[in-house]
C-alpha cells in the first residue's frame, strides 16, 4: 500500500516557477514508478510526466514538454514537479501518482495510488 501526499501548489503568475512535492508512505516506494497528472475545470485529467524508477526514465506531455522537469529522491520517499515558465493555461489541480512498474506509465487507468491533489493558479 502506498499513500501519496502532494504539496506545493499556490498562485503564481505567469512565466513563474513552482515546485511541487509528492510525499510517499510505504517501504517500496524506490520500486514504483511515479506520475503526474492534472485536472483544469471542465476538462478531463491529462497526463503531464511520469518517471521510472529503474533505469531513471522521465516521460512528458506535449504540453510541458520543455517546461516541467520530474524528479525523484528514493531516500526521501520524494517525487518532484519543477514547473517552469509557467502559463495561465497550466491552472490545475495537480495529482500525483504510483504504480509498480518497470518503465514509464503514460495511462491514467494504470496508476494504483493517488494522492489528493494541490492547485496551482497561473495569473496572467
Known amino acids: 500500500q502506498v499513500q501519496l501526499v502532494e504539496s506545493g501548489g499556490g498562485l503564481v503568475q505567469a512565466g513563474g516557477s513552482l515546485r511541487l512535492s509528492c510525499a510517499a508512505s510505504g517501504r517500496t516506494f524506490s520500486t514504483y514508478t511515479m506520475g503526474w497528472f492534472r485536472q483544469a475545470p471542465g476538462k478531463k485529467r491529462e497526463f503531464v510526466g511520469s518517471?521510472?524508477?529503474?533505469?531513471?526514465?522521465?516521460y512528458y506531455g506535449d504540453s510541458v514538454k520543455g517546461r516541467f522537469t520530474i524528479s525523484r529522491d528514493n531516500v526521501k520517499n520524494t517525487a518532484y514537479l519543477q514547473m517552469n515558465s509557467l502559463e495561465p493555461e497550466d491552472t490545475a489541480v495537480y495529482y500525483c501518482?504510483?504504480?509498480?512498474?518497470?518503465?514509464?506509465?503514460?495511462?491514467?487507468?494504470?496508476?494504483?495510488?493517488w494522492g489528493q491533489g494541490t492547485q496551482v493558479t497561473v495569473s496572467s
Open positions: 518517471i521510472s524508477w529503474r533505469p531513471r526514465i522521465t
Open positions: 501518482a504510483a504504480v509498480s512498474s518497470s518503465g514509464v506509465v503514460t495511462t491514467e487507468r494504470e496508476y494504483d495510488y
